[in-house]
């Protein structure tokens, strides 16, 4: 089973027992606000449950909890493309409040780039924050991601246009598989 470990947080599938400190830092609108819609607020039991129920049986380990002192407090997962996109992924994640500014996010990025790089032979990793998450912004840099643009009006949260910056950062040693 994959663990990815670092200095601040490991990296792992999510587990049944997760529920409750899923749901205790999941569901505050600070979080919820720099996500997509289908990340739900208020965030229900109902809710951490159908997602931990998809995430266990689920045989992809592409959707990851953060841990830090062996509880579950955030998210970190990519979704590959399809056709000649396979070798890109977008990746998103968030760590509940609690837990911010102490390096935790930009070192699970950097586990999760690194796994999918050396392990699974990703081209390619992107991520599309809202222009004015200037938190995210930063982790992406300090995790070795480059501005590659601006996506004007390119989404609409909580019925405000917003603006998403394009990050990525490229695989180096890529080869096409034999
Ligand atoms: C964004 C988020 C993931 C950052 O996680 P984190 O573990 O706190 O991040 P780190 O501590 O590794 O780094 C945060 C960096 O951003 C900086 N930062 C935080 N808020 C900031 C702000 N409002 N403006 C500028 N910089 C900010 C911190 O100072 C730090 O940089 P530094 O190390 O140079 O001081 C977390 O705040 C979060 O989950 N937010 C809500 C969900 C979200 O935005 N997800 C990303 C969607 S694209």
Same mark, same amino acid.
């Given at each position: 089973?994959?663990?990815?470990? #670092?200095?601040?947080?490991?990296?792992?599938? +999510?587990?049944?027992?997760?529920?409750?400190?899923?749901?205790?830092?999941?569901?505050? /609108?600070?979080?919820?606000?720099?996500?997509?819609?289908?990340?739900?607020?208020?965030?229900?039991?109902?809710?951490?449950? !159908?997602?931990?129920?998809?995430?266990?049986?689920?045989?992809? =380990?592409?959707?990851?909890? /953060?841990?830090?002192?062996?509880t579950a407090v955030g998210a970190i997962g990519y979704v590959p493309g399809r056709?000649?996109?396979?070798?890109?992924?977008? !990746?998103?994640? +968030?760590? #509940?409040?609690?837990? +911010?500014?102490?390096?935790? !996010?930009?070192?699970?990025?950097?586990?999760?780039?690194?796994?999918?790089?050396?392990?699974?032979?990703?081209?390619?990793? %992107?991520?599309?924050? %809202?222009?004015?998450?200037? #938190?995210?912004?930063?982790?992406? =840099?300090?995790?070795?991601? /480059?501005? =590659?643009?601006?996506?004007?009006?390119?989404?609409?949260?909580?019925?405000? !246009?917003?603006?998403?910056?394009?990050?990525?950062?490229?695989?180096?040693? +890529?080869?096409p598989p034999p």
């Amino acid at each position: 089973m994959l663990r990815l470990e #670092g200095e601040r947080c490991s990296i792992r599938p +999510w587990r049944a027992a997760d529920s409750g400190s899923l749901l205790q830092h999941a569901n505050n /609108i600070n979080v919820a606000k720099h996500l997509r819609d289908r990340f739900p607020h208020p965030y229900t039991r109902k809710d951490a449950d !159908v997602f931990l129920r998809h995430a266990v049986e689920s045989e992809d =380990e592409s959707n990851l909890a /953060i841990e830090v002192h062996g509880t579950a407090v955030g998210a970190i997962g990519y979704v590959p493309g399809r056709d000649i996109e396979r070798f890109s992924a977008e !990746v998103g994640y +968030w760590l #509940g409040e609690a837990f +911010w500014g102490r390096g935790i !996010v930009t070192e699970a990025l950097a586990l999760v780039t690194a796994y999918t790089f050396d392990e699974l032979n990703m081209l390619r990793l %992107f991520a599309l924050p %809202f222009a004015d998450n200037s #938190g995210s912004i930063r982790v992406l =840099e300090k995790a070795g991601y /480059i501005r =590659e643009g601006l996506l004007r009006a390119s989404s609409v949260k909580y019925d405000v !246009v917003k603006d998403q910056a394009l990050y990525a950062r490229t695989n180096p040693a +890529w080869q096409p598989p034999p």
